[in-house]
T-cell receptor
Framework: AQSVTQLGSHVSVSEGALVLLRCNYS??????LFWYVQYPNQGLQLLLK??????LVKGINGFEAEFKKSETSFHLTKPSAHMSDAAEYFC?????????????FGSGTRLLVRP | EPEVTQTPSHQVTQMGQEVILRCVPI?????FYWYRQILGQKVEFLVS????????KSEIFDDQFSVERPDGSNFTLKIRSTKLEDSAMYFC?????????FGPGTRLLVL
């Protein structure tokens, strides 16, 4: 079975500060990993993904994440937070070995950006 | 850029009533999904659909739920007799290769 743990339901940073959102996963097979962002009253937008190949992946809006197999982690970072980054962020792992490729989500981290 | 659309954006219904949530997936995608998010909780998988049949469903997806692709473009989720605990945001997604693209969701409120 696969699972995702996101440490910290809320993270608060100052504008211009480093953003670090933590995600750890459990998977019996090489995982496909995703970060989605949800702005208030909107759907889930893909930020970035890791499937195979380069372990440092870059996404939209200046975000990036690094797949670390030894740590079973896929933390999301951004060097400098912007007010518009305030949203909820979800880490997910794909059950690609099943026929469905369903996504299993973490509980989410709400990012607050202080002026 | 192609996107997944969902209607209605909001639905209020009485307990015991039937509701149908509609989705139009991205046109060249073949795999479709429904997820739900109860307020303040994580996004949960409900069902996946491929080649006009369910490929996987969760424990949540009991006999009260059904899915259908009635006309080759729409993908619907029906809840036959709604319960208070069905109140949630329901997301449709369609998959191209390994990535799922989500619609904006339908917020369902059961009174």
């Amino acid at each position: 079975a696969q699972s995702v743990t996101q440490l910290g339901s809320h993270v608060s940073v100052s504008e211009g500060a480093l953003v670090l959102l933590r995600c750890n996963y459990s998977s019996s097979v090489p995982p496909y990993l995703f970060w989605y962002v949800q702005y208030p009253n909107q759907g889930l937008q893909l930020l970035l993904k890791y499937t195979t190949g380069a372990t440092l992946v870059k996404g939209i809006n200046g975000f990036e994440a690094e797949f670390k197999k030894s740590e079973t982690s896929f933390h999301l970072t951004k060097p400098s937070a912007h007010m518009s980054d305030a949203a909820e962020y979800f880490c997910a792992v794909s059950a690609w070995m099943d026929s469905s490729y369903k996504l299993i989500f973490g509980s989410g981290t709400r990012l607050l950006v202080r002026p | 850029e192609p996107e997944v659309t969902q209607t209605p954006s909001h639905q209020v219904t009485q307990m015991g009533q039937e509701v149908i949530l509609r989705c139009v997936p991205i046109s060249n995608h073949l795999y479709f999904y429904w997820y739900r998010q109860i307020l303040g909780q994580k996004v949960e998988f409900l069902v996946s659909f491929y080649n006009n049949e369910i490929s996987e469903k969760s424990e949540i997806f009991d006999d009260q739920f059904s899915v259908e692709r009635p006309d080759g473009s729409n993908f619907t989720l029906k809840i036959r007799s709604t319960k208070l605990e069905d109140s949630a945001m329901y997301f449709c997604a369609s998959r191209g290769q390994e990535t799922q693209y989500f619609g904006p969701g339908t917020r369902l409120l059961v009174l």
